[in-house]
């Protein structure tokens, strides 16, 4: 039986957890608070900050776990690199730390050839202004260090006050302690993709069917699978996608994000772990993105990927903070064909937080779902 030390247990840790003891493995969800989603089904549980360097050093060696599962990014990726010669960190921990830093992954990407929007860093205000007024177009701001769109603003070009702006949001929600932020082009997508990328031990790097999603301020709200046609255009992102992920290395599912605009496929970022996006293939696929990563880390064959339906579905965010909530529509969404509900079991609630998913047919009636869920603070 193997046994496999998780750090961070939210609600694509649960999922995770639940596919791996369905294949008999020890589960040790690890998070910085109690009670997270992973925890609750897990098999023991350690709070502590995965953050901290002696912290993880410390757990890793007490543990002494098979396999080391990042969930999060947020992680102090030199305990990993240092820890990989005496055990098996998923995928890589050179994956795992390059993709902690955007700017990282994003040289890499460039390096070996990925078509990527324009982009530069800067380390404090006036490198930030600088490079915006070379660029001169529209951009992103990003943190290096962030996900879920923290810390994330778009700029019209040649707007100084708002650049001055976007810099202090950015180094306010980053994480660590090194401000540096990527300035990026815009890129007028006609829609993005996740590719969910399989890259197996003994056989082909296998792909599930495209996801087409829809993010709010940098957050994901839709997705969507089976629904729409990329023609050509799919093999030229998984082609992409293989690429990067050979380059990465390790054994195990990475979401690949990718811009579509046109007949181009432009790189974005990559996961090296199941995707939010993803979350919808509990829906429509015979393995989910959980099982996947599952099978690929534990070095099983994965037989065939196949689409049982096509289908949509819609994240349930917070709108306030509160130490306790409650759902109200649950009976009114379930009772519509073909919709299904999930609550991820997080003990609290705060501005934005993503707390449970709607899956349904199509996005219109994902979107007619999600309006029936309320909630109470
Ligand atoms: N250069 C860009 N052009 C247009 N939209 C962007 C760009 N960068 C990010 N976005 C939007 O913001 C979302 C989140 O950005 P991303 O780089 O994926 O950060 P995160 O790590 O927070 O997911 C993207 O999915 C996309 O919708
Ligand atoms: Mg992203």
Redesign the pocket.
């Known amino acids: 039986m193997k046994k496999i030390m998780l750090l961070g247990s939210g609600e694509l840790g649960r999922e995770l957890t639940i596919s791996l003891k369905r294949l008999g493995c020890t589960v040790i969800a690890c998070d910085r608070y109690e009670n997270a989603p992973a925890m609750q089904v897990a098999d023991t549980s350690l709070v502590f900050d995965m953050l901290n360097e002696a912290q993880l050093r410390a757990h890793i060696q007490s543990v002494d776990p098979d396999l080391v599962v990042p969930e999060i990014e947020a992680i102090n990726t030199q305990v990993l690199l240092d820890v990989e010669s005496a055990r098996v960190i998923v995928p890589s921990a050179r994956a795992v730390d390059l993709t902690m830093n955007?700017d990282r992954i994003r040289d890499r990407a460039a390096e070996i050839g990925l078509p990527t929007?324009q982009?530069g860093y800067a380390e404090n205000l006036e490198e930030m202004l600088k490079l915006y007024q070379d660029m001169a177009s529209k951009?992103?701001v990003?943190p290096v260090m962030?996900?879920?769109?923290?810390g994330?603003s778009?700029l019209a070009a040649g707007d100084a006050a708002a650049a001055q702006q976007a810099w202090h949001y950015a180094v306010e929600n980053m994480r660590g302690d090194r401000p540096k932020v990527i300035v990026?082009?815009?890129?007028?997508?006609d829609y993005?993709i996740t590719l969910l990328t399989i890259r197996q031990k003994d056989g082909d790097t296998l792909f599930c069917p495209v996801l087409k999603?829809?993010?709010i301020d940098?957050?994901?709200k839709i997705s969507e699978q089976g629904t729409f046609e990329m023609g050509e255009l799919e093999a030229e992102a998984q082609n992409m996608a293989r690429q990067i992920t050979d380059d990465l290395g390790g054994y195990g599912l990475f979401g690949v994000?990718f811009?579509i605009r046109g007949d181009a496929v432009i790189f974005?970022?990559l996961s090296p772990r199941p995707h939010d996006t993803g979350l919808l293939t509990l829906y429509t696929q015979n393995l989910s993105e959980f099982d996947l990563h599952a099978r690929a880390i534990l070095h099983l064959p994965i037989s065939d990927i196949t689409a049982l339906r096509v289908g949509a579905c819609h994240t349930i965010n917070a709108e306030q903070a509160s130490d306790a909530y409650s759902v109200n529509g649950l009976a009114d969404v379930e009772a519509m064909q073909g919709v299904e509900a999930m609550m991820f079991g997080k003990p609290d609630a705060y501005p934005n937080r993503r707390l449970g998913i709607v899956f349904a047919p199509d996005v219109a009636t994902a979107t007619a779902a999600r309006a029936k869920i309320s909630l109470d603070y």
């Open positions: 955007r929007a982009y951009v992103v990003k962030s996900s879920s769109g923290k994330q778009t990026e082009e815009f890129i007028d997508f993005e999603h829809q993010q940098g957050d994901f994000e811009f974005s970022e």
